[in-house]
Structure formats: C-alpha cells, structure tokens
C-alpha cells in the first residue's frame, strides 16, 4: 500500500513557474513508476508526465514537454514536478499516481495507476 500527499499548488501568473511535490510512504515507493495527472472542470483527467521507478526514464504529454520536468527522490520518498512558462490552459488540479505493475513501460491511462494523491490545485491568470 502507498499513500500519496500532493503539495505546492497554488496561484501564479502566466509565464511563471510552480513545483510540485509528492510525499510517499510505504517502503516500495522505490519499486514504482510514478505519474501526475491533471484534470479541469469539466474535463477527464489526463496524463502529464510519469518517470521510472529508478528516475533514468521520463515521458511527457506532448502539452507540457519542454516546459515541465518530472523528477523523482527515493531516499526522501518523493517525487517532483517542476513547471515552468506555465499557460492558463495549465490549470488544473493536479495528482500524483503510483504505477504498481513490474512493467518496464512508462504508461499514461489513468487504469493503469493504482495509488493516487488528493490533488493540488494550480491557477495560472493570463
């Protein structure tokens, strides 16, 4: 079992830059691929990043690549999302997911997550 606490939301201006963290428990956080995931009002909630249980692999919507960055610290139990040039379109509550399975594939559907965090909301103000 894995818990997952968001934190680091908030209101930013666009253009401006936000971090996101994830505080884990459990001892096999390390063994997990981790994603976030944001959804807004009225929309599902889709995919935005997901690193490698050992932080050598990232994948990124094609929304955020090169303006978001995923990272993760097993020795602290977290993992991070750094956003930067953030857009209005960019607010969202964001989570947190766990990805359990021993697949070496990072995934993207929201099935395929076992663990998820309450969320955090980011605003960005255009």
């Known amino acids: 079992q894995v818990q997952l606490v968001e934190s680091g939301g908030g209101l930013v201006q666009a253009g401006g830059s936000l971090k996101l963290s994830c505080a884990a428990s459990?001892?096999?956080?390390?063994?997990?691929?981790m994603g976030w995931f944001r959804q807004a009002p009225g929309k599902e909630r889709e995919f935005v990043a997901a690193?490698?249980?050992?932080?050598?692999?990232?994948g990124y919507a094609d929304s955020v690549k090169g303006r978001f960055t995923i990272s993760r610290d097993n020795a602290k139990n977290t993992v991070y999302l750094q956003m930067n040039s953030l857009k209005p379109e960019d607010t969202a509550a964001y989570y947190c997911?766990?990805?359990?399975?021993?697949?070496?594939?990072?995934?993207?559907?929201?099935?395929?997550?076992?663990?998820w965090g309450q969320g955090t909301q980011v605003t960005v103000s255009s």
């Open positions: 690193i490698s249980w050992s932080g050598g692999r990232s």
């Open positions: 997911a766990a990805d359990r399975s021993p697949s070496p594939l990072l995934r993207v559907a929201v099935a395929n997550y076992n663990y």
């Open positions: 459990g001892r096999t956080f390390s063994g997990y691929n």
